[in-house]
């Protein structure tokens, strides 16, 4: 008898609660939280991990070979453009010259005399011309013996760092064979990788600076150089930049930075949405259309372009501006569902208290 009468007192609370054919569809209705798509019109920005390079790396040899008299750096000295890195003894190179010298200087005064009666008609053209080969012949052959003596010394071609000893003194070492490796530390060269996505939009990129992780902060600027026009087998394009040192920041190759780019697209198919109105199905990004006509919901992909730090995201879509979704309560839903909105809160009842 209990039991029939807590039976009855359900089926009347039911009823109370379903009775009417309004309510009764308003029951299976989920409870969601809409929100309205703004177009977007401003700047963006797209950040890439990359890493710090050695904007070149050069092999330094000399042009002429003989026996090394000294590698003066060490291996990670920092040197000056000018400065001398290595040396071959020159003493081969110093007899060579003075020998041609002196030929220089008599091949020299003996065209002079033959060039001198030449000009008073008594030798004849033959012996003329061949006075001026000759002098052209030892000069020649003496710049060469005299750039060959310089050549015994090595400089460096601009400021930066040993990299690597190839050489050590008292070796001998034949003309073209790499004795040192020198990076250039005037700049830097950074480079990232950008999907097809941004590579087709290359054309509107803006600005582009970087942060190294040991500088959080600090943006340094960045120059393009170049973007392959092919991707690699990841289906990724190679962006290169060069980055001029910031005498405060010490910087090094092989430093992580996150890059970023600014660019302004088409504006046409940006929008800003709540970033708790997305869900994923099946690598792909939507959210929930409400209809305001037949209280329902569809499902509309979109493509994420951008975060922001207010709980927004900008996104690529056919969405136009003023369109309602459900910005709370995604979870769960199925297309073409009804549901019913949570009215919106009074700027002057924020807590609900009255």
Known sequence: MKGV????LGLILLMCACGSSKTKQE????TV?????KSYQGELSIIYPGKIKAASEVKLSFR???PIRAVLPEVGAFVKKGELIAEIDPRDYEIQLSATEAEYNQVKEEAGRVIELYNRGSVPVNDYDKAVAGVKQITAKYNAHKNALADTRLTAPFDGYIQKKYYDSHETVAAGYPVVSMINS??????IDIPSSDFIRRESFKEFYCEADVFPGVKIPLELLDITQQANYNQLFRVRFRMKPDEKLNLAAGMSVSVTIRFEPGQEGLSIIP????????????VWVYDTTQTTVRMNPVKVVELDKDG???VESDLA???RIVSAGVNGLKEGQKVRLLPPVSSSNVGKLL
């Not at 009468?5 to 009855?8: D, K």
């Not at 939280?33 to 798509?37: F, I, R, Y």
């Not at 005037?186 to 480079?191: L, Q, R």
């Open 5 to 8: 009468v807590f039976s009855l």
């Open 27 to 30: 029951c299976g209705k989920a």
């Open 33 to 37: 939280q809409a929100d309205t798509v």
């Open 64 to 66: 002429v070979a003989g």
């Open 186 to 191: 005037n700049y830097f060269d950074v480079d």
């Open 275 to 286: 970033i708790s109105s997305l869900f994923q199905k099946e690598d792909q990004s939507y």
């Open 312 to 314: 927004q995201v900008i």
């Open 321 to 323: 501006s003023g369109t």
